[in-house]
């Protein structure tokens, strides 16, 4: 069945592209409202759904538009959401930006388990993979596959970095392994990647308590990485959010290589063009 929040839950912080601090209200939402951001700071309070027709291009990350109104790197948050299942929700959002918080869904996944998640009384929409759908540009491919289970595979491939070689994880869909397999694993970069964009003042809220950045044969992070496969597995999250935005519970195995949000989406609009709900 669909589910909500029990009780309406709030957090605060920078957001990583704009470095404006930003302030977010998830507030429970009836069956069938789906996931709407709401910006608040705006004199009509537009809003933006959730939805795949309203994605717009962004360097490196997942953006919303409607009208005037634009929300950046909803990605993370919306992995978290679908990753426990929530379907219905107003998201209340002062400022451009989604908070970045530390580069994962771990405290997203925090809040809505304090918060409570309420069952309501429709069944999910389950976009079925009936047949083999496929994605190619240059050496990035997706592919989804008709399945039992909702299962997402990636390989990345970094085969100058010391430290990231390629790295594949194939992860089958449930709320209970999302907390503790993919929830906490953080975004990352390689240095000689950002530097440019650090140049150009287009990663203001970035830090390495918010990402994890790798230059060289390290891990910049003291601590390193939470786990062996934390990139992959963020690549994971990442195509769990950017997916999201169909609307439903893709059922199907889901093969990525290379992929970003750019190839996701455009992947999402190859399975919506050729799929329908169930």
Not at 23 to 49: C, N, Q, T, W, Y
Not at 184 to 193: G, H, K, Q
Request: with cysteine; hydrophobic share 40%; proline share 6%.
């Amino acid at each position: 069945m669909q589910k909500t929040l029990k009780s309406p839950c709030a957090f605060q912080g920078l957001g990583l592209f704009t470095g404006a601090h930003c302030a977010v209200r998830l507030v429970p939402a009836g069956a069938g409202h789906g996931i709407v951001f709401r910006r608040m700071d705006l004199p009509s309070k537009p809003e933006v759904p959730a939805r795949l027709e309203f994605s717009v291009q962004a360097p490196r990350t997942t953006r919303l538009l409607k009208g005037e109104a634009s929300v950046l790197t909803v990605e993370h948050l919306l992995s978290g959401l679908f990753g426990l299942g929530i379907d219905n929700l107003d998201i209340e959002v002062q400022g451009p930006e989604i908070p970045i918080l530390d580069g994962s869904a771990k405290e997203f996944v925090r809040l809505i388990e304090e918060a409570g998640i309420q069952p309501l009384s429709i069944p999910k929409k389950i976009i079925r993979i009936e047949s083999p759908i496929y994605w190619s540009e240059g050496n990035i491919h997706l592919v989804a596959l008709p399945s039992s289970e909702s299962r997402f595979s990636y390989t990345l491939h970094y085969p100058h970095s010391p430290v990231l070689r390629s790295q594949y994880h194939s992860y089958t869909f449930n709320p209970e392994t999302y907390k503790t397999e993919i929830a906490m694993c953080r975004t990352f970069t390689l240095y000689e990647d950002i530097a440019p964009m650090i140049e150009q003042g287009l990663l203001k809220g970035g830090g390495l308590d918010n990402g994890v950045v790798i230059q060289g044969g390290q891990v910049l992070n003291p601590g390193g990485l939470r786990d062996f496969l934390e990139p992959v597995k963020h690549k994971i999250l990442d195509l769990m959010g950017d997916l999201s935005l169909l609307g439903g519970v893709v059922q199907g195995h889901i093969l990525a290589v290379r992929s970003g949000h750019a190839s996701n989406m455009a992947f999402a609009h190859e399975i919506m063009k050729r799929n329908h709900h169930g």
